[in-house]
């Protein structure tokens, strides 16, 4: 168990993550099959599955970057990172986790506002005319969680440092 009190809460949105990019991309493979198998069997192309590829895709996306930053497997510049001397490791990796935080604090307050205004224009999509707001929603919602994992990422990056005895 995690010294943390909140160790539960991690592991479920661990889990959450990982099973809702694991369903969109099943969801995804089979629709696109389906539409596939019906355009060259039967002659008739799915029309809707376009707009659903694509919102879950977008989701797909986002979710998928948390997941990137959760296993520190997001874009970075470890070469930068491992020609800095050892003492000023520290701050490159707080500058960095800052300014992606800022990144993405911007990024969700943007995306609230553009969802804010979906749902007050009540914008749907063309063929099937949901909500925008279906797709638009992923922008403040997985901004959020990607915060939750950049300042997770920079915890361990820096408590790793401390176990070296570099810069702290």
């Known amino acids: 168990m995690s010294g943390h009190g909140n160790g539960g809460q991690v592991r479920v949105l ?6 809702l990019v694991g369903a969109l991309l099943l969801a995804m493979v089979i ?7 019906s355009r060259y069997l039967l002659g008739a192309s799915w029309s ?8 879950a895709f977008i989701w797909l996306v986002f979710l998928a970057s948390a997941i990137a930053y959760k296993r520190n497997q997001h874009l970075g510049l470890p070469l930068l990172a ?22 993405l604090v911007f990024l969700a307050v943007s995306g609230f506002q553009m969802v804010s205004q ?3 224009f009540n914008q749907t999509t063309s063929v099937l005319e949901l909500p925008e707001w279906v797709a638009g929603a992923s922008v403040p ?6 915060v939750f994992r950049v ?18």
């Open 14 to 19: 661990d889990r959450l993550e990982e099973v």
């Open 31 to 37: 629709l696109n099959f389906g539409n596939v198998l």
């Open 48 to 55: 809707f599955t376009g707009e659903i590829l694509l919102i």
């Open 82 to 103: 491992e020609r800095v001397p050892s003492r000023w490791r520290w701050s490159l990796i707080v500058f960095s986790g800052l300014m992606s935080a800022v990144l």
């Open 118 to 120: 979906q749902i007050e």
């Open 141 to 146: 919602v997985a901004s959020v969680i990607i």
């Open 151 to 168: 300042v997770e990422s920079v915890v361990k990056e820096l408590r790793a440092l401390r176990h070296e005895g570099q810069g702290l």
